[in-house]
């Protein structure tokens, strides 16, 4: 069982950077693929990025070439550097955990982030 806070939301212009952040507490950390997905007023929750336990990365068309997503295992920490932010990435974003042998599922509380003028 891992505890997962998400921080660093919040309103940025189009353009604009937020780098969110997701703190995990629980035992050995390292077992875990970890990614970040967000969800939209009435849409449906969807896939931003993911990153395995060693390290190889998955991400949407949508935020390709834009979103980067890491991991510092000796922080037992997963964040996502968002660049060049639009509207459309306005969502609340969660942070997920998944055991890589249990194949057990967590979540975070979430953090909103609002892309607006």
């Known amino acids: 069982q891992v505890e997962l806070v998400e921080s660093g939301g919040g309103l940025v212009q189009p353009g604009g950077s937020l780098r969110l952040s997701c703190a995990a507490s629980?035992?050995?950390?390292?077992?875990?693929?970890m990614g970040w997905y967000r969800q939209a007023p009435r849409q449906q929750r969807e896939l931003v990025a993911t990153i395995t336990h060693g390290g190889s990365t998955n991400y949407a068309d949508s935020v390709k070439g834009r979103f980067t997503i890491s991991r510092d295992n000796t922080k037992s920490a997963v964040y996502l550097q968002m660049n060049s932010l639009k509207p459309e990435d306005t969502a609340i974003y969660y942070c997920?955990?998944?055991?890589?042998?249990?194949?057990?599922?967590?979540w975070g509380q979430g953090t909103q982030v609002t892309v607006s003028s």
């Open positions: 997920n955990a998944v055991h890589i042998i249990y194949k057990d599922d967590s």
């Open positions: 629980g035992r050995r950390f390292t077992l875990y693929d």
